[in-house]
T-cell receptor, first 112, second 113 residues
Framework: RKEVEQDPGPFNVPEGATVAFNCTYS??????FFWYRQDCRKEPKLLMS???SGNEDGRFTAQLNRASQYISLLIRDSKLSDSATYLC?????????????FGRGTSLIVHP | NAGVTQTPKFQVLKTGQSMTLQCAQD?????MYWYRQDPGMGLRLIYY???????DKGEVPNGYNVSRLNKREFSLRLESAAPSQTSVYFC????????????FGQGTRLTVV
């Protein structure tokens, strides 16, 4: 079982829709949490960090529930340019190091 | 603002050939990582280096070796390439704090025929 699990999708939504992605993690040594965006054939890029109190950046809202080991990303008013793969990433402590550990990604397709 | 630089961007190898993927970062990060990404599998860790002079195996280390040449550079070597190593390889680096994010290079698309 992978340490970070995501629904691969694809999520196919019209412009203007609200879409939510979920991610669960299993390792209790998980220390910090992120959502990355990856466009086709490109490198992953940080979308936003996820804080315990929840955080918002424009149309994007991230939530963390440590008790349930669950992270979410909400995208409001979807744009065509939001089409991408969204990767849930958890920094897991291993020895004295922190290892960025990835979910398999959730594919989002926003159509006109 | 170079960040993380990987070379080459594309490579085709014949089975049994060797090659080294180069990675350098200019952010003074201690930690560096090599991942491979295959369709449907997400990014899987091959090796990582927590600091200059140390390297450790990740989830899928077989068939690979690494060298942390100095704080800036972390190379990945395929001694005898196999078709199963056809993949996209990403190098990443990260700052020292547990909450800092990883920064990625642009990737190397490797095909082994």
């Amino acid at each position: 079982r992978k340490e970070v699990e995501q629904d691969p999708g694809p999520f196919n939504v019209p412009e203007g829709a609200t879409v939510a992605f979920n991610c669960t993690y299993s390792n209790s040594a998980s220390q910090s949490f992120f959502w990355y965006r990856q466009d086709c054939r490109k490198e992953p890029k940080l979308l936003m960090s996820v804080y315990s109190s929840g955080n918002e950046d424009g149309r994007f809202t991230a939530q963390l529930n440590r008790a349930s080991q669950y992270i979410s990303l909400l995208i409001r008013d979807s744009k065509l340019s939001d089409s991408a793969t969204y990767l849930c990433v958890v920094n897991i402590r291993e020895g004295g190091s922190y290892i960025p550990t990835f979910g398999r990604g959730t594919s989002l397709i926003v159509h006109p | 603002n170079a960040g993380v630089t990987q070379t080459p961007k594309f490579q085709v190898l014949k089975t049994g050939q060797s090659m080294t993927l180069q990675c350098a970062q200019d952010m003074n990060h201690n930690s560096m990582y090599w991942y491979r990404q295959d369709p449907g599998m997400g990014l899987r860790l091959i090796y990582y280096s927590a600091s200059e002079g140390t390297t450790d195996k990740g989830e899928v280390p077989n068939g690979y070796n690494v060298s942390r040449l100095n704080k800036r550079e972390f190379s990945l070597r395929l001694e005898s390439a196999a078709p199963s190593q056809t993949s996209v390889y990403f190098c990443a680096s990260r700052g020292p704090d547990r909450v800092t994010e990883a920064f990625f290079g642009q990737g190397t698309r490797l095909t082994v025929v």
